[in-house]
């Protein structure tokens, strides 16, 4: 397979910084390819390097000739003034290509009605039919439904959608993503998923997304301590065979440390004789010197944050209404939380998830209803929008102004400084001010400030977003061991599943369910109630057998006594079974069956079409006798 990208020797620095160096990898035409590190590891930057965005201090990058490449970026720009289909048809630097010219020109004169005919010629010679078409359905799928909308007007979320949408309408042969399902609800992110898995295109993406990575990449690249990994196969393997390079890695760094010990007591205790075999060993302990720093353990973030106690009221929820116009985002809702309770909250974007979380916390008026909050409850909020940094503080100054010391769980107290230290901001980087943070690394400062202040209830709304993997599974056991209660608002499917014990769904014009369990059993609920809505549907659509009716002849007189017995009990039960198939077949369609009496149900009916068959094929026999 011929290679498509060649990466070589490729170094980048900020200052003094050094974010990776001598980077070399190449990817084959059709690979899925994902690139993981910690944040502030240099991701997104070697990525804009790869696009031509940034210019790294060496190296090379070479594409094989006439290679188009697409690139997804965190925070998309437009053309001022475009609307939704005229920037999804743009070329990625806002310039529009033929097609998107004629599409504008095409929807200028069907608003106006001039000049239509020269607008559908221009159509025709710039094959601007199929194009326009696919990107209304993409817009579509990905909830921008308004294509006369001006970007100016979109949020943030949907501008990253609008760019998702731009880029897979040009179909590059090279596709390169930036945290491409930040923004999409769960449904979306499975078409993502399913649309990238199926396509011919070579990708290059990051993402937090582990079934995301799992079900897509077939090769992950992990740049750690400035340097490059290269795992075949999807994230499960990955994380297999990781784990062997960081034992092997540790058992080397032992024997490095044990044997530089017995090398410093030689150096000791031995007066340095002038011998080339003395020589040798001095130099030889020199080089181990430089191994033994070199050969550093992973370092993780340690959240240790303990919990202030939380008493025996927590928080009730009666008969909470909430609407925006005609759109209803509560209707009456009811609930009381317990302790320890770890809450998922799930639904299309736009069904008010931030908002349910926003009146909880007081954020947002209630239009009726009352929300009672117990004594004790000491909220932690980690808003999706983030905390609003001055760029020109300090990481330090950042927390000490919430706090210069922070208990434990275990009663000890750590400075400022210390706690920056368990979320891998070294003393230095302490010292660096807040403009020259990654998005990741601001998003650590942020949940470091959430949790210094020892919070009972958790509210996370989506806090997986631009976290690195090894920061998200750490978060995940701290959650897990959390006392308090916790309530997320996540489009991580593999976060939720970790998290939540049960779900509020919400489904829209204020219709919340309660549903026991993560989200991968949720889903697997929702395909086979919409297979058996489905399956119900076809039925209703078939022409209904009736109850075979009685023989008009009678057959008594060519009939034993016990055959006459079984017509008479076989007539008379036909219409009690077919009755009973009925009722089966109205509550499988119903679509309010768990999974358990979904079997239980489909089983009953299967078996019970059986007996009507045999039973009926006996009545027929009967009745033929003559």
């Not at 909830?143 to 007007?153: I, K, S, Y």
């Not at 929820?317 to 309770?341: P, S």
């Not at 009925?582 to 499988?588: A, I, M």
Request: aromatic share 8%; hydrophobic share 40%.
């Amino acid at each position: 397979m011929a290679n498509c990208l060649q990466v070589e020797h490729l170094g980048k620095s900020f200052g003094e910084r050094v974010l990776f160096e001598e980077l070399t990898f190449a990817l084959d035409e059709g690979e899925k390819v994902a690139l993981v590190a910690v944040n502030g590891a240099g991701k997104s930057t070697l990525l804009k390097i790869i696009a031509g965005l940034e210019e790294a201090q060496h190296g090379t990058v070479t594409f094989r000739r006439g290679l188009r490449v697409g690139l997804l970026v965190q925070d998309p720009r437009f053309a001022a003034g475009a609307t939704v289909l005229e920037a999804c048809l743009a070329a990625e630097d806002g310039t529009p290509h033929a097609a998107a010219e004629a599409v504008a020109r095409y929807e200028r004169a069907l608003r106006s009605g001039e000049g239509l005919d020269e607008a559908m010629a221009a159509m025709d010679a710039a094959a601007a039919w199929d194009c326009e078409q696919q990107a209304r359905a993409l817009l579509t799928r990905l909830a921008l439904p308004d294509f006369a909308q001006r970007v100016e007007e979109l949020s943030g979320g949907q501008q990253k959608r609008l760019a998702l949408a731009r880029v897979l309408l040009a179909a590059p042969d090279l596709l390169i993503l930036d945290e491409p399902t930040n923004h999409l609800d769960l449904e979306m992110t499975e078409w993502l998923e399913e649309y990238l898995s199926t396509m011919r295109t070579t990708l290059l993406m990051v993402t937090h997304d582990r079934y995301f990575l799992d079900r897509v990449c077939t090769r992950i690249l992990e740049i750690d301590d400035r340097r490059l990994y290269g795992y075949r196969g999807n994230y499960t393997a990955y994380l297999e065979r990781r784990q062997e390079r960081i034992d092997a890695a540790n058992a080397a760094a032992e024997k490095t440390r044990n044997l530089y010990r017995r090398e410093l007591e030689w150096i000791r205790s031995t007066p340095q004789a002038r011998t080339g075999k003395a020589k040798y060993r001095i130099d030889a302990f020199g080089k181990l010197s430089q191994e033994r720093r070199t050969a550093q353990r992973e370092q993780q973030v340690e959240l240790s944050v303990g919990a202030s106690r939380i008493g025996t009221k927590i928080f009730e929820m009666k008969a909470l209404t909430k609407r925006y116009g005609d759109r209803t985002i509560l209707d009456g809702f009811d609930y009381l939380f317990r302790k320890g309770e770890k809450l998922g909250i799930v639904g299309r974007n736009g069904v008010g998830k931030s908002t349910f979380v926003k009146l909880l916390l007081g954020e947002v008026p209630p239009d009726g209803g009352t929300v009672e909050v117990g004594p004790t409850v000491r909220f932690g909020y980690y808003a999706q929008t983030g905390l609003r940094f001055d760029e020109s503080d300090c990481v330090i100054d950042v927390v000490r102004r919430i706090a210069d010391e922070i208990a434990l769980s275990d009663g000890s107290r750590l400075s400022a400084s210390q706690l920056l230290s368990r979320f891998l901001f070294t003393p230095a980087a302490q010292h660096d001010r807040v403009a020259k943070l990654s998005g990741g690394e601001r998003r650590r400062l942020y949940l470091c400030t959430v949790l210094m202040a020892n919070p009972n209830f958790l509210i996370l709304d989506e806090p997986t977003n631009d976290l690195d993997i090894r920061t998200l599974a750490i978060l995940e056991e701290y959650l897990r061991a959390f006392e308090g209660c916790v309530i997320v608002v996540s489009h991580d499917r593999y976060f939720m599943d970790k998290i939540a014990d049960h779900l509020f769904v919400m489904e829209g014009e204020g219709r919340i369910r309660d549903f026991p369990g993560g989200y991968t059993l949720y889903r697997q609920r929702r395909r086979e109630e919409e297979a058996a809505a489905a399956e119900a549907r076809q039925r209703e659509t078939r022409p209904k057998r009736e109850a075979p009716k009685p023989p008009a002849r009678s057959y008594a007189d060519r009939l034993s006594f016990r055959e006459r017995r079984e017509l008479e009990a076989l007539e008379a039960e036909l219409p009690t079974l077919e009755a009973r198939k009925q009722e089966l077949e109205r509550r499988l369609g119903s679509g309010t069956l768990s999974p358990e009496e979904l079997r239980t149900d489909s089983a009953a009916i299967a078996a019970l079409i059986d007996e009507i068959e045999g039973k009926t094929l006996r009545w027929l026999e009967l009745g033929e006798k003559s």
